[in-house]
Each structure stands twice: as structure tokens, then as C-alpha cells.
């Protein structure tokens, strides 16, 4: 069984920042990518960014040069450093992991929400 934590979510105004952390624990051999995806009221969830273990990282085109995620592979852990919030961003924001134990299989956390609004 494997538990993905998240944290930092809140309420920030426009041009604001976060950072969300997620943690993983449990039994498993390796991790393989982790990332981040949303999903705002109405809409499906989306990717909003991914990183292997080597670092190659995934960004939604919507977040380009306002969002960067990062990894610690010693920890297990994943951020995603949020900058230049816009209203837009508003939505729950879940973690996402590709665990390997017997065989591949993949987790999700319990969402966080992020609300951006004057």
C-alpha cells in the first residue's frame, strides 16, 4: 500500500504564490514519474506537470514559465512552485505517482485545493 500526502494549498490573490508538496510512503520498490494534475468545478481533471525520476520534467503549456516542479528522490517527494497565480489555476490539485512493487500501478493523493481570488 502506498499513501501520497499532499500540502500547501490555500487561498492567494492574483500574482500570488504556493508551493504544494507531495510525499510518498509506503511499500514499493521504486517510483517512476510523479506529477501533478487538476481539476477544476465542471471540468476534467488535466495534466499540469510531471518529472521522472532522472528530472525530465512535463508542463502544461497553461503553466509554462509561471510553474516549475521538482523531485527528491531521497524523500520521495514532488513541488510544484507556483508563481503568478491567476484565477484561472483555481481548482483541486492531486498528486500522481507510477509506483513499482510486483508490478506497476498508479496512486493518487487526496487533492488540495488552491483558490485564486482577489
Known amino acids: 500500500q502506498v499513501l501520497l500526502v499532499e500540502s500547501g494549498g490555500g487561498l492567494v490573490q492574483p500574482g500570488g504564490s504556493l508551493r504544494l508538496s507531495c510525499a510518498a510512503s509506503?511499500?514499493?520498490?521504486?517510483?517512476?514519474?510523479m506529477g501533478w494534475y487538476r481539476q477544476a468545478p465542471g471540468k476534467e481533471r488535466e495534466l499540469v506537470a510531471a518529472v521522472t525520476p532522472g528530472g525530465s520534467t512535463t508542463l502544461a503549456t497553461s503553466v509554462k514559465g509561471r510553474f516549475t516542479i521538482s523531485r527528491n528522490n531521497i524523500n520521495n517527494t514532488i513541488y510544484l512552485q507556483m508563481n503568478s497565480l491567476k484565477p484561472e489555476d483555481t481548482a483541486v490539485y492531486y498528486c500522481?505517482?507510477?509506483?513499482?512493487?510486483?508490478?506497476?500501478?498508479?496512486?493518487w493523493g487526496q487533492g488540495t485545493q488552491v483558490t485564486v481570488s482577489p
Open positions: 509506503g511499500s514499493f520498490f521504486s517510483i517512476e514519474a
Open positions: 500522481n505517482a507510477d509506483v513499482v512493487y510486483r508490478t506497476t500501478r498508479t496512486y
